[in-house]
Structure formats: C-alpha cells, structure tokens
C-alpha cells in the first residue's frame, strides 16, 4: 500500500461524490456510507419516508461503477422464487428441458426497494445471497457474480402495512443508513431541477470505476493499518452494547464488531488517510448499531432511540 494509491482512491471518490451529485441534491452522508458498504464488500440498509431519493441514489452509484443493476419492489405478494429465479419448460431438440430462469438477485447492486413490505418468507429468501453470495433453487446452488451487494429500503416501522426484518437479516446489513429530510434550501434546488425544462434531459453519466478497480479498493481498505488501541477501542463500544441491561434488551455480536473496524478502515481511505483513528470509529458507531441493539422499556420511557443509547454509551 502506497501514498499514491491512496491519493488515487480519494480523488477517484471525490469524482464520484461530485457525479452523483449533479443527479442527488444533498444527501452527502448517506452517498459515503453506501460508497463504504460497497468498499468492504457489505449490504446497506436504508431507513427513511418515500420520496427522499432513495432509489435514486443507488442507481446512481451503480452507473458510476459499471456495476449490473437490478431494483426489487417488496409487496406482500412477492414470492421468493420471484427474486431467486425458477426453472421454465423449455421445448428442444430432444423434447421438453426444464431450464433455470435467474431472477433479479442475479446482479452487481440488487436494490430491494420497500424490503419490509415483502412478507418474512421472502425476507429470508435474501439471507443466503447476502452471506454466502449464493442461490439455492431446488438441488442447484449458483454462484452470483461479484461484487454483489444487496441495498435495500424501508419504511419507518409505524408505516401501515410493514413487516419488521428478523435480527438474523439485520445483522447480514453491515449499515442500517437514516435518510432525513432535506434542507430548505436542497429542497429548493430539488423542485428547480425537476420543474424546469431543459433540453439536454438529466445529465449523462459514465462509468468512472471498473469492476476491477473495486476489487482493488476493497483489498486496499483491508490493507489499511489499524492501531491495537483503536481496535480495542472498536472492540469495546460493541461489548458494552452487550453489558449495560440498564438501556439495552440484546446487544449486537462480533459480526458488529469486525464490521466496525472495516467501516472505519474504509472511512480513513475516503479521507485518504493510510491510518485509522478513534474518530472514524465513532462516526461509523452509529450506523454500524443502530439496527443491531434492541433497547429496553426502560429506554423507551425515557424517550431514548437507539441514537440516543449510542451517544450514551460513546460518553
């Protein structure tokens, strides 16, 4: 790992941050996080009320990255064979064949829109292709191409008509990334740019990254030095999730923890850094978390979020 390739990875980033943004107004945070979740090679989970560019977003990304992309709706008919693929009889030269139709999962950036409006069956049928990076139907398992990532959106829970995701799926999100509301003034700028005429259409976008090149980057962030006392640091902040029963029914398990130490190593390499520091630990605390501890009713009472129970245990 050198200075040069470290400098190269930034401005590489700062291109692409600079794209995305003649197509998504504002949004910065949620843009670098999904960019870290892709660099250690995860799956993203984001939060928000519709209409705040979600999907936008990561289609956006994955024209940037030369990456295959497919979009999924979540509805409560969605059937697991729908996204994992079936077999069709096909007729042939020897007669009728049953051949296997690949479904959506089989891309780059499978985008599962409104995940939490599927039903828990077809939930689960995306667990195995977000761990194993797999697909089982009937006796055949495939193999899906890499890089693979799943991002999926969801509803805030109190919405009508969801289904809140198992802890087992959670988990296989290294992010659970909250989408706010714009500013006054992006929102400004939003209704502008999509009210006014203009003759050109949107803008055109080029790949700026090869699949190859991401394969470099994630290897360059696992390259990236990581100093004992920021790792014990890491380390720490997940065990307390596990030890303050004051605030916190389950706490999150050593997946969160390996999964924080790469976020933060990704973080150092957007920064162009080849150093990782407590703050990188601390601003990807949250994301990495929040979806990962259950609070209590205590907590509840108190008004406290999940947010909130971060902030405590980092003080």
């Known amino acids: 790992m050198t200075t040069d390739s470290i400098k190269k990875a930034k401005d590489a980033f700062e291109f692409i941050f600079a794209e995305t943004a003649k197509v ?18 995860s799956n993203a989970l984001l939060e928000g009320y519709p209409g705040l560019a979600k999907t936008l977003t990561v289609s956006t ?3 940037l990255m030369d990456l295959k992309f497919s979009r999924i709706q979540g509805t409560p008919d969605l059937m697991p064979s729908d996204i994992t693929g079936t077999y069709v009889l096909e007729e042939t030269k020897n007669g009728r064949e049953f051949k296997f139709q690949p479904g959506p999962l089989f891309s780059n950036v499978v985008l599962m829109d409104e995940i939490n409006r599927a039903t828990p069956k077809t939930q689960s049928a995306l667990l195995e292709a977000m761990q194993e990076r797999q697909v089982t139907v009937g006796n055949h398992t495939y193999k899906l191409e890499r890089p693979f990532f799943v991002l999926a959106t969801q509803n805030p829970i109190e919405q009508e008509g969801t289904y809140p995701l198992p802890e087992a799926q959670s988990d296989r999100f290294l992010f659970k990334i909250k989408t706010d509301y714009p500013t006054f003034n992006d929102e400004l700028e939003i209704v502008s740019r999509y009210t006014e005429f203009n003759e050109k259409g949107g803008p055109e976008l080029k790949p700026l990254l090869k699949k190859e090149t991401i394969f470099q980057l994630q290897q360059l962030v696992r390259q990236i030095p990581i100093a004992q006392d920021v790792r014990k640091y890491a380390v720490e902040l997940v065990k307390k999730t596990r030890e303050r029963k004051e605030l916190i029914e389950y706490g999150a398990s050593p997946r969160a923890s390996i999964g924080l130490v790469l976020a933060a190593k990704a973080n150092a390499l957007l920064d162009g850094r080849n150093y990782v520091t407590k703050n990188d630990v601390r601003e990807m605390v949250y994301p990495v978390l929040r979806h990962r501890i259950i609070i209590n009713f205590e907590a509840e009472r108190n008004n ?5 129970v971060i902030g405590y245990l980092l003080k």
Request: aromatic share 4%; hydrophobic share 50%.
């Open 304 to 308: 406290f979020n999940e947010d909130d």
């Open 24 to 41: 998504v107004v504002g949004q910065q945070q949620v843009i670098k996080q999904i960019i870290i979740a892709i660099l250690t090679e």
């Open 61 to 63: 990304l994955a024209k």
